[in-house]
Nanobody, 124 residues
């Protein structure tokens, strides 16, 4: 059973930064693409960023492009989401997920394992 554990969430002021981490339990981590999604209260889960198995290709939602950066360290079996210039509308529970393939998908159907989520709150 694959386990994904997110960390790094918290309360931050507008304009601030946070770095989320997602640690995987599986030894095959490096074969799969990974993604970050978020879900705000009362809204559907939405794609934030994705990265292919070797980090060669990244993809971002328009709402975070230029502010967020996804990266991965296959030796540490960890994927990261660096979030800068945070806005109140970034407030949500953030989830990492393992892609079903080595690539990147923008829909939840493209992912088979999910973490438990970490809360990010942007407020003054």
């Amino acid at each position: 059973q694959v386990q994904l554990v997110e960390s790094g969430g918290g309360l931050v002021q507008p304009g601030g930064s946070l770095r989320l981490s997602c640690a995987a339990s599986e030894s095959t981590f490096g074969f799969y693409g990974m993604g970050w999604f978020r879900q705000a209260a009362g809204k559907e889960r939405e794609f934030v960023a994705g990265i292919t198995w070797n980090g060669g290709i990244t993809d971002y939602a328009d709402s975070v492009k230029g502010r967020f950066t996804i990266s991965r360290d296959n030796a540490r079996k960890t994927v990261y989401l660096q979030m800068n210039s945070l806005k109140p509308e970034d407030t949500a529970v953030y989830y990492c997920a393992r892609d079903r393939s080595s690539g990147v998908h923008r829909t939840t159907l493209g992912y088979d394992y999910w973490g438990q989520g970490t809360q990010v709150t942007v407020s003054s």
